[in-house]
């Protein structure tokens, strides 16, 4: 029984340039959040300070990684490989590289 998965090439386009944005804009949630925490600092109960800060943090985690995983997704391409097709390299993959052999 032949394997299925041979006769499809999957290929990630993913670029960091892809996701800079939403680093960004983490950064500034949490500069944002840091900055409310040193404002509430001056209270009475500093507790809160770190409360907020863990709160924001808690919170924006998920929906970070939400949009890591869809971007990803998205960048994930699938196309089927056509009966006698030489399978070649893309140019800049690492795949290209050469596993280090071990010497004795």
Same mark, same amino acid.
């Given at each position: 029984?032949?394997?299925?998965?041979?006769?499809?090439?999957?290929?990630?386009?993913?670029?960091?340039?892809?996701?800079?944005?939403?680093?960004?804009?983490? %950064?500034?949630? &949490?500069?944002? =959040?840091?900055?409310? *925490?040193?404002?509430? @600092?001056?209270?009475?109960?500093?507790?809160?300070?770190?409360?907020?800060?863990?709160?924001?943090?808690?919170?924006?985690?998920?929906?970070?990684?939400?949009?890591?995983?869809?971007?990803? %997704?998205?960048? &994930?391409?699938? =196309?089927?490989?056509? *009966?006698?097709?030489? @399978?070649?390299?893309?140019?800049?993959?690492?795949?290209?590289?050469?596993?280090?052999?071990?010497?004795?």
């Amino acid at each position: 029984m032949t394997n299925k998965i041979e006769k499809y090439r999957f290929v990630c386009t993913l670029t960091f340039g892809d996701i800079y944005g939403q680093i960004i804009i983490w %950064l500034i949630t &949490i500069t944002i =959040s840091l900055a409310s *925490a040193l404002a509430l @600092m001056g209270a009475r109960r500093p507790v809160y300070a770190l409360a907020t800060v863990g709160l924001v943090v808690l919170l924006s985690l998920p929906f970070l990684l939400f949009a890591f995983v869809t971007t990803l %997704l998205n960048h &994930i391409e699938v =196309s089927p490989i056509e *009966a006698g097709t030489k @399978m070649e390299p893309m140019p800049g993959n690492i795949s290209q590289q050469q596993p280090v052999q071990a010497t004795s």
